[in-house]
């Protein structure tokens, strides 16, 4: 049975569009199952190659036509007396505000540009086994900057202290530099559950580069 847990769910993401049809965010089930409920959104879905457009009760029915043919990349939400087809796509019915594509900088996009990998040794780790290193220490002037830190294992950072990678005798996998695309976003687009995404993300990609 392809069940979605529900600690599954909340590492499950819903795109959102505005009520043209612009992607202007991503959330967690449980927020969208909520928008959809209160009829404040509305889910999108594709249908031989065309979107159609669902409220809450009759995607519930969709949902239970789906249900025995099912496939692998699908995720539900399962009830006492409904099993529910989680929504890949909804749109909002109210919100017509065109996104910003700043790219913040922080942990977890820093992370995923590097994908999850010291970019000294190669080795990949999750976040916990993992920090951030400036490639130029700030005790040498060194910026809090996209093309001055890199993803880094504990032990590399450690290796490294406050040298430069030449001083250390390590070498970068790559240059860092700023992510033309948000690489949160292009991590999704690289899991089939996701693919319906890419017809509406293509605008936000490019605005964002």
């Given at each position: 049975?392809v069940?979605a847990?529900p ?18 965010h991503?959330?967690?089930v ?7 409920y209160r ?10 190659g065309q ?8 995607w519930?029915?969709?949902s239970?036509l789906n249900y025995?043919q099912?496939?692998?990349s699908?995720?539900w939400i399962r ?5 529910l ?7 909002l019915?109210?919100?017509?505000r065109?996104?910003k594509h700043s ?11 590097d994908?999850?990998?010291c970019?000294y040794c190669?080795?990949?780790a999750?976040?916990?086994q993992l920090?951030l290193d ?21 032990f590399?950072n450690t290796r ?6 030449k001083?250390?005798?390590m ?14 976003l292009?991590?999704?687009?690289q899991?089939?559950?996701?693919e319906?995404?890419?017809t509406f993300?293509r605008s936000?990609e490019?605005?964002a580069?």
């Open positions: 049975m069940t847990e600690h599954h769910l909340f590492s499950t993401s819903v795109l959102v569009l505005n009520r043209m049809y612009m992607a202007v991503v959330i967690n449980r927020r969208a199952v909520c928008l959809l009829e404040l959104a509305e889910v999108i879905h594709m249908e031989d979107y159609a457009n669902y409220d809450f009760e009759t519930q029915l969709v239970e025995d099912r496939h692998e699908d995720d009830s006492v007396s409904f099993q087809q989680v929504p890949r796509v909804v749109r019915l109210q919100y017509d065109v996104p790219l913040r900088f922080n942990r977890r996009n820093l992370f995923a540009r994908q999850h990998q970019q190669g080795r990949h999750p976040m916990t920090s400036h490639v130029v220490p700030r005790s040498r002037g060194g910026l809090t900057t996209w093309e001055n830190i890199v993803c880094c294992c504990l590399c490294k202290g406050g040298r430069t990678p001083e250390a005798h070498t970068l996998l790559k240059q860092p530099k700023k992510p033309r695309f948000n690489p949160l292009v991590r999704k687009l899991n089939p559950k996701y319906s995404w890419k993300v936000m490019s605005a580069g």
